[in-house]
């Protein structure tokens, strides 16, 4: 693929991004979330339309309108998604939309064979007549990747096939890996995780903000450098005072929290405690256990073990609409599916925070004229620029529902705010509205849990960060300014916190 | 004496209780194949009306039972057009296009029913069905008569219910159809066009609804009224509910619904003051029980109701 | 731009509704200026006509208020003719109670338990949809099927009529019947408390605390969840109001037509009121505006077809029509406003 460019209104998802790989060979396309990895992909397997640039395939340039033509092409792909069906078998969904011999009285048995087979061929032990219903993600996978394989393909394309996997299964996987390598399969692995890309391939390509970074071989580099190309940046001035109140009362504390799914831990054991006047940020890729996180202490999600504690106060089994009532405050990272009604306007949806307090609600009749009151003074104090009280929210610009949002949420100085990806999406005026009003919360005393993928607000704002990877907290660094940004990103990509670094490192 | 006369109203019964339940096991059938691939079709009332007038003014007409049936057919099929049309390309509310649809041919033929023949005390009738028996095997006691001395119909629709039990369950048609309906994602982008196969189920939803309705007029009945259908539609929903989606299923439970109607006409004529409704409700809480108890078996197709959007950008 | 559109496209509904209705009157042979005058005369010619279309509106009205509740609510409430019919059964049967009653306390003791029977009778459906995700849809059709059933069971035995063969219920203490409120219509206080209901539904919806919460349910269930109210508490609570106001129109029936409990008494209303609600936009006034639009539609046809041969069923054409045509009126629009987007990206 050559100079591919792709852009989303009016954004640069890939900007002259280039990538080469030769038969045979298990070649990693690299970067954070947002980089633009699995833009590129899906423009070469025909879901997204490229704007400019060209592929060439086996010497041929080609332009897949359809995943189908992909796959007749011989290339396939495995998303994050998985789509099967889960109430059919193992080999229906492998020959699902194939016309196979004796089309449409299928024998069976002789494909259950040849299927079988490929399953043993490659040591995956699952019996093609398993309803795909019964089976562990992991399990998905392999019929994912066995589906390819049935359709020859000659390139498969994984998209972060390990993040759903335990280190047993991503182990076996690499086997795979290997021998695919050995028959002459190419393989693209998309990732994040340094230490996988630097165990299974052969080279990678390094992409960051939509445009390429390197392309190096794997064995001529090591994280040190793969991070760098990653995640290197230069550290933006900080204009945060550093916490010169140092109470030692805990304002939010997590005591070994853990949380399940599927019988599988997504989150912790997890322990931290924020004190209060402080904030701390929760650095991460994006899918490493941040949402069971917030919704743990939200109380949206259930914690299978371990506790929450707000103010000293044990609120594990509790409501979420106690723990509001206790001071907990909440700006979520999808605004418009767990904080915003869109189709209410503004005064109802201040409501939604409010609608528990006696000066807004009393005999069960809602006191609009409070209402309305508390709406025009967060729309004052808050700069919120709206075509009027009644006029549904969804009309208001995406800095303007959150600064709705934080308006509302900050009313009343919760001692405990928990800020999941506060600014995603805001411009530039809108971020530091938002940073600047969390700063101010912080200086009054409310301990504060920032989650982000963005590093430079992690930088801006937090007193100390904890590196979370795959649920667990990888490390505690204190932001004293002299942060290794390279060690950072190894530790959020996996890389264990035993390996030198220069930073300061609390518990 | 008395065993051959109870042989005789046992056979009778059971014969009476095949044919009542044919209409709603070919209706069942339909819907089988619509529910599958992914859109509820509420307005399976509308399609069986529209196939009962049809052929019976067609038949009435011509005086031929076999272009009435088509004629019926053609009718089922154009209502399932337009829910088709609704569901699948303007993505509307299925249920709420089902009963729109409702009304609107409940009107519409009642209406054509008073132009065509006005008002009159006597019901216009139309060549019906004959019987035809099987040699040999009409002879079996009870069984005989009950299976093999019936209509077409009757026929057709067992050789109906094995082909569709066949054509699900042992053809890749009828896997690409289940995956339609339970992850038309997956089956989108495994090539199959969704669209197309909900348009097609639809299509046989309005074939079999439609022959159901002919049957009611064409074999059961003889003749028309307004709203002769009168609910048979919604019955058949339980049916198809009642029977998992699976064909033999579907029969199994129209012949439940059937006996209990075959039985209230029987205690009635019999002047037993047993109110009969205690019958008629057995199938309704029947279906109520199956549906608590299959929960978590999550027995219906997982994209029923929700009309497929494909976001290409 | 868009408000221009919008006004277009029910202008052209209107349009292609008439012209259907033309053709239509044409097909019987009917005179098309004549059966229009006799559609209107038939509704506005008389004050029985005018009342007619009031006494029509009471079920469609006070249903569909239910219906609508619980659309907000995303319970889609198929089974609104089964509560009407509990609401009914429980009339009759408190009457028989207790029989001796003044209207005082009769009436309304009347409207409760028609108000709690169908709210109960839709409440069963409600839970198994919270509490295990099973469809209402098809759960409240199988639950009117049963609740018809279930009275025709009783009038013929406990609540039968011991002086008449048929099937009914005997008359209604006097206490319990419905005053009329124009002599000599049919017009029943149960218009009036359609009335009180839409006024009640507007208050609860829009003034209170709970009715609050249930838009916020129905709109955002996740957003509901986050800001810490308990989604199927509210979901249960909707499909016992819904069913409620349901009941009501039974009792409404009853206590203000019949004077008697026996079958079959409702033609259908508690489909109708879904379509009533479906047009009324869920919204207590636009629902009364829909039902007395449907009353006088089934009203007038009625005159049409003494006065002009055209036959009554139009009007079921015109209705089922009208509702397709919305349905797919925003097929339309979105098609036009999808066009529009791609040539400016």
């Known amino acids: 693929m050559k100079d591919i460019d792709k852009y989303f209104f009016g954004k640069a998802a890939n900007d002259k991004v280039s990538l080469e790989v030769k038969p045979g060979e298990i070649h990693a396309l690299l970067g954070e979330n947002g980089a633009g990895k699995t833009t590129l992909m899906n423009i070469l397997y025909g879901i997204y339309q490229r704007?400019?640039?060209?592929?060439?395939?086996?010497?041929?340039?080609?332009?897949?309108?359809?995943?189908?033509?992909?796959?007749?092409?011989?290339?396939?792909?495995?998303?994050?998604?998985?789509?099967?069906?889960?109430?059919?078998?193992?080999?229906?969904?492998?020959?699902?939309?194939?016309?196979?011999?004796?089309?449409?009285?299928?024998?069976?048995?002789?494909?259950?064979?040849?299927?079988?087979?490929?399953?043993?061929?490659?040591?995956?032990?699952?019996?093609?007549?398993?309803?795909?219903?019964?089976?562990?993600?992991?399990?998905?996978?392999?019929?994912?990747?066995?589906?390819?394989?049935?359709?020859?393909?000659?390139?498969?394309?994984?998209?972060?096939?390990?993040?759903?996997?335990?280190?047993?299964?991503?182990?076996?996987?690499?086997?795979?890996?290997?021998?695919?390598?050995?028959?002459?399969?190419?393989?693209?692995?998309?990732?994040?995780?340094?230490?996988?890309?630097?165990?299974?391939?052969?080279?990678?390509?390094?992409?960051?903000?939509?445009?390429?970074?390197?392309?190096?071989?794997?064995?001529?580099?090591?994280?040190?450098?793969?991070?760098?190309?990653?995640?290197?940046?230069?550290?933006?001035?900080?204009?945060?005072?550093?916490?010169?109140?140092?109470?030692?009362?805990?304002?939010?504390?997590?005591?070994?929290?853990?949380?399940?799914?599927?019988?599988?831990s997504v989150l912790g054991p997890l322990s931290l405690s924020v004190r209060k006047g402080e904030m701390i940020g929760i650095a991460g890729v994006d899918g490493n256990g941040q949402k069971y996180l917030a919704e743990a202490v939200l109380g949206v999600r259930d914690c299978s073990a371990g506790k929450v504690r707000l103010l000293g106060g044990d609120v594990s089994s509790a409501s979420i609409q106690k723990r509001k009532d206790m001071g907990l405050g909440y700006i979520a990272e999808d605004r418009q599916n767990d904080a915003l009604i869109m189709d209410m306007d503004m005064r109802e949806n201040v409501l939604l925070r409010m609608y528990s307090k006696r000066e807004y609600v009393k005999t069960g009749f809602i006191k609009y004229a409070n209402v309305d009151e508390t709406a025009k003074e967060m729309i004052e104090t808050y700069n919120i620029k709206t075509a009027g009280l009644g006029k549904p929210v969804r009309y208001l610009s995406g800095g303007n529902q959150q600064k709705l949002i934080l308006a509302r949420e900050l009313a009343g100085s919760p001692p405990v705010i928990i800020a999941f990806h506060p600014t995603r999406g805001l411009d530039i005026g809108a971020t530091e509205f938002v940073r600047q009003k969390l700063l101010e919360r912080r200086a009054s005393g409310s301990s504060i849990l920032l989650i982000s993928s963005d590093l430079d607000e992690i930088f801006a704002l937090s007193d100390r960060i904890a590196v979370l990877f795959h649920g667990k907290i990888m490390a505690v660094l204190e932001n004293d300014g002299n942060v290794d940004v390279n060690y950072l990103g190894r530790l959020m990509a996996g890389e264990s916190a035993e390996s030198g670094s220069n930073s300061r490192r609390v518990e | 004496m008395i065993e051959t006369g109870l042989i005789a109203a046992l056979t009778a019964f059971l014969s009476a209780t095949l044919r009542m339940a044919m209409p709603l096991t070919l209706a069942g059938l339909g819907e089988t194949f619509s529910e599958k691939s992914g859109i509820l079709n509420i307005g399976l009332e509308a399609i069986m009306l529209s196939g009962a007038f049809f052929s019976f003014i067609i038949a009435f007409m011509t005086q031929s039972v076999l272009l009435g049936v088509c004629a019926g057919i053609a009718g089922g099929i154009a209502v399932s057009s337009i829910h088709a049309y609704l569901s699948i390309h303007c993505k509307v509310n299925q249920t709420i296009a089902g009963l729109a649809l409702n009304f609107l041919i409940m009107g519409l033929t009642s209406f054509l029913f008073l132009i065509v023949f006005g008002k009159s005390t006597t019901l216009p009738e139309c060549p019906v069905t004959p019987k035809i028996p099987i040699p040999v095997l009409s002879q079996i006691p009870i069984v005989g008569p009950v299976l093999f001395n019936q209509d077409l119909f009757v026929y057709f629709t067992f050789i109906a219910i094995f082909l569709a039990w066949f054509f699900i369950h042992r053809t890749e048609w009828g896997v690409s159809l289940h995956a339609v309906g339970e992850n038309p994602k997956a089956a989108d982008s495994a090539g199959l066009n969704v669209f197309r196969i909900r348009y097609l189920s639809t299509i046989a939803n309005g074939f079999f609804g439609g022959l159901a309705g002919s049957y009611l007029t064409l074999g059961l009945l003889g003749f028309f009224m307004e709203n002769i259908t009168s609910g048979k539609g919604y019955i058949a929903l339980v049916v198809v509910i009642l029977g998992r989606r699976n064909p033999p299923g579907i029969l199994l439970a129209a012949l439940v619904v059937g006996a209990a109607e075959a039985l209230q006409f029987r205690m009635q004529t019999a002047g037993i003051p047993v109110p009969s409704q205690l019958f008629t409700m057995f199938p309704y809480v029947i279906t109520v029980l199956v549906l608590f108890l299959a929960v978590g078996k999550s027995r219906e197709p997982s994209a029923l109701g929700i009309p497929y959007i494909r976001s290409r950008r | 731009m868009e408000r221009l559109k919008a006004a277009l496209s029910y202008i052209l509904i209107i349009v292609i509704i008439l012209s259907l209705a033309v053709v239509l009157i044409l097909s019987v042979g009917s005179d098309v200026p004549k059966s229009f005058m006799s559609f209107f005369r038939g509704i506005f010619g008389s004050l029985y006509g005018f009342s007619e279309v009031l006494v029509r509106a009471t079920p469609l009205i006070l249903a569909g208020l239910g219906v609508s509740i619980g659309f907000r609510t995303g319970f889609i409430n198929i089974g609104a003719e089964g509560q009407i019919y509990w609401g009914a059964i429980a009339v009759t049967t408190t009457a028989y109670l207790f029989p001796g009653l003044p209207a005082l306390i009769a009436i309304p003791l009347g409207i409760v338990a028609g108000f709690v029977a169908g709210g109960i009778w839709a409440l069963i459906p409600g839970y198994l949809k919270a509490r295990f995700g099973i469809s209402e849809v098809i759960n409240t059709i199988m639950f009117n099927y049963i609740a018809i059933n279930i009275l025709g069971i009783l009038v013929r035995t406990v609540l039968k009529d011991p002086e008449y063969p048929l099937p009914m219920s005997s008359k209604l203490p006097d206490g319990f019947i419905f005053p009329l409120l124009m002599y000599p219509t049919r017009l029943h206080l149960g218009f009036l408390i359609a009335l009180i209901a839409m006024v009640l539904v507007y208050v609860l919806m829009w003034k209170s605390s709970p009715g609050y919460k249930l838009r916020v349910v129905g709109l955002n269930q996740r957003a509901s969840l986050c800001s810490g109210i308990p989604v199927k508490k509210y979901i249960v609570f909707s499909s016992l109001l819904s069913g409620g106001f349901a009941g009501i129109a039974g009792v409404g029936e009853i206590a203000g037509i019949h004077y008697k409990l026996l079958e079959g008494f409702s033609p259908g209303f508690g489909y109708v009121a879904i379509i009533v609600a479906l047009l009324g936009k869920n919204n207590p006034f636009g629902v009364t505006a829909a039902g007395l639009g449907i009353a006088a539609l089934q009203v007038g046809s009625l005159s049409m077809q003494r006065q002009a041969g055209v036959p009554a069923s139009i009007s079921w054409i015109i209705m089922g029509s009208i509702v397709l045509l919305i349905l797919a009126r925003s097929t339309l629009l979105t098609f036009f406003a999808e066009k529009e987007k791609e040539e400016k990206v």
């Open chain 1, 51 to 264: 704007d400019g640039g060209r592929i060439t395939w086996k010497g041929e340039e080609i332009h897949f309108g359809s995943p189908r033509e992909a796959i007749d092409n011989r290339i396939g792909m495995v998303h994050q998604h998985f789509m099967l069906v889960p109430t059919l078998t193992v080999s229906q969904n492998i020959t699902l939309g194939l016309k196979s011999e004796g089309h449409p009285f299928p024998n069976r048995r002789s494909i259950d064979e040849k299927i079988r087979e490929l399953l043993s061929a490659y040591n995956v032990h699952i019996s093609p007549t398993d309803k795909v219903s019964s089976l562990s993600v992991g399990g998905e996978q392999w019929v994912e990747i066995i589906k390819l394989l049935y359709r020859n393909a000659e390139l498969l394309i994984l998209d972060e096939p390990t993040a759903v996997l335990t280190p047993q299964e991503t182990e076996r996987l690499f086997r795979v890996l290997e021998k695919l390598r050995q028959e002459g399969h190419s393989v693209i692995i998309i990732t994040h995780r340094i230490p996988e890309v630097l165990e299974i391939t052969d080279r990678v390509t390094i992409l960051r903000d939509g445009r390429n970074v390197a392309t190096v071989h794997t064995s001529e580099t090591d994280s040190v450098e793969l991070s760098h190309y990653m995640i290197g940046r230069e550290l933006k001035t900080i204009s945060r005072t550093p916490n010169t109140v140092s109470p030692q009362e805990e304002g939010l504390g997590l005591d070994e929290l853990t949380v399940e799914e599927n019988g599988r």
